[in-house]
């Protein structure tokens, strides 16, 4: 069983910054697959960024070059660095593990 409790959302001008965590409690966080995910108002929700237990990392194709997911083991939480914000960016941002766990959603505002 794992649990996961995101911090990190909120306003930010277009072309800022945020960073999110998701820290991890629970057996087996070091050997699953963690991700971000999104969802905008009205659509569905969207994978943004996938990191493996071995660091290997996959990102939508609309946040490549602008997100970066890593991880700490020791510490139990996963991040993602959001850089260059866009209003399109603007969704509730959940931490995702493989197995089907979720945190509770945290909103990111961009405004234009």
């Known amino acids: 069983q794992v649990q996961l409790v ?4 909120g306003l930010v001008q277009a072309g800022g910054s945020l960073r999110l965590s998701c820290a991890a409690s ?3 966080f070091k050997i699953i697959p963690m991700g971000w995910y999104r969802q905008a108002p ?4 969207e994978l943004v960024a996938l ?9 939508a194709d609309s946040v490549k070059g602008r997100f970066t997911i890593s991880r700490d ?3 139990n939480t996963v991040y993602l660095q959001m ?3 866009k209003p399109e ?9 493989v197995g089907g766990f979720w945190g509770q959603g ?3 505002t961009v405004s234009s």
């Open 6 to 9: 995101e911090s990190g959302g």
């Open 26 to 28: 629970g057996s087996g």
């Open 42 to 45: 009205g659509k569905l929700r």
């Open 51 to 59: 990191i493996k237990s071995d660091g290997n990392t996959d990102y």
């Open 73 to 75: 083991n020791a510490k």
């Open 83 to 85: 850089n260059s914000l």
């Open 89 to 97: 960016d603007t969704a509730v941002y959940y931490c995702y593990a």
């Open 106 to 108: 945290t909103q990111i």
